[in-house]
């Protein structure tokens, strides 16, 4: 089965700053998606940033960009010039490449705290 | 494109009450998934439907829970003899349905079994 973990369940990172979140996973296939979704504080969560595994280029969306290493089944979050809005829970997700198998694998989550 | 609307955001009851949440999805978006997430957790999946025929279920779907799309449009999700245990967040997301379509989710219908 299919598992994704976050190991900091909490980050902090000051107002301009560059902050990584980190993330790994475990699959026994070699074509999945990855994700990044982003679920402010009572307000409903929103895709970030998406990598699919047969790209080895890291995807990037603006500020957001990740570093996917599929040998070492790792994908971290950077996020740059960090902002107040980007304060958030923040969860890794995975998906299998076949339609039909359509559910998303969710890690426990990264609270992030933005610092003034 | 007004997003996936989900009805109502909170619901306390009492154990052993039924209680049944509905999610309207983005329109035209054929892919409709059910999540739950309890605190300090991420969201698990439950179920997902394309159209009106429910594809697949989770173990966590216990015989307690039952989900419907009847015209493949809005989907209800009914929890019968509600136990705290099912204290959660209870979210829905619609996809178009397509390989790798992005799964928009809804505000979420937080339950508090007392």
């Known amino acids: 089965a299919q598992t994704v973990t976050q190991s900091q369940p909490e980050m902090s990172v000051q107002e301009a700053e560059t902050v990584t979140l980190s993330c790994t996973y475990d699959t026994s296939e070699s074509d999945y998606y990855l994700f990044w979704y982003k679920q402010p504080p009572s307000r409903q969560m929103i895709l970030v940033i998406r990598?699919?595994?047969?790209?080895?280029q890291n995807a990037t969306e603006n500020r957001f960009s990740v570093n996917f290493q599929k040998a070492a089944k790792s994908f971290s979050l950077k996020i740059s010039d960090s902002q107040l809005g980007d304060a958030a829970m923040y969860f890794c997700?995975?998906?299998?490449?076949?339609?039909?198998?359509?559910?998303?694998?969710f890690g426990k989550g990264t609270r992030l705290h933005i610092l003034p | 494109d007004t997003g996936v609307s989900q009805d109502p955001r909170h619901k306390i009851t009492k154990r052993g009450q039924n209680v049944t949440f509905r999610c309207d999805p983005i329109?035209?978006?054929?892919?409709l998934y059910w999540y739950r997430q309890t605190l300090g957790q991420g969201p698990e999946f439950l179920t997902y439907?394309?159209?009106?025929?429910?594809?697949?279920k989770s173990r966590l779907l216990s015989d307690r829970f039952s989900a419907e799309r009847p015209k493949g449009s809005f989907s209800t999700l009914e929890i019968q003899r509600t136990e705290q245990g099912d204290s959660a967040m209870y979210l829905c997301a619609s996809s178009l349905g397509l390989a790798a379509d992005t799964q928009y989710f809804g505000p979420g219908t937080r339950l508090t079994v007392l």
């Open positions: 990598q699919e595994a047969y790209k080895q």
């Open positions: 329109s035209e978006h054929n892919r």
């Open positions: 439907f394309q159209n009106e025929a429910q594809l697949e």
């Open positions: 997700a995975y998906r299998r490449i076949m339609n039909r198998d359509d559910k998303i694998i």
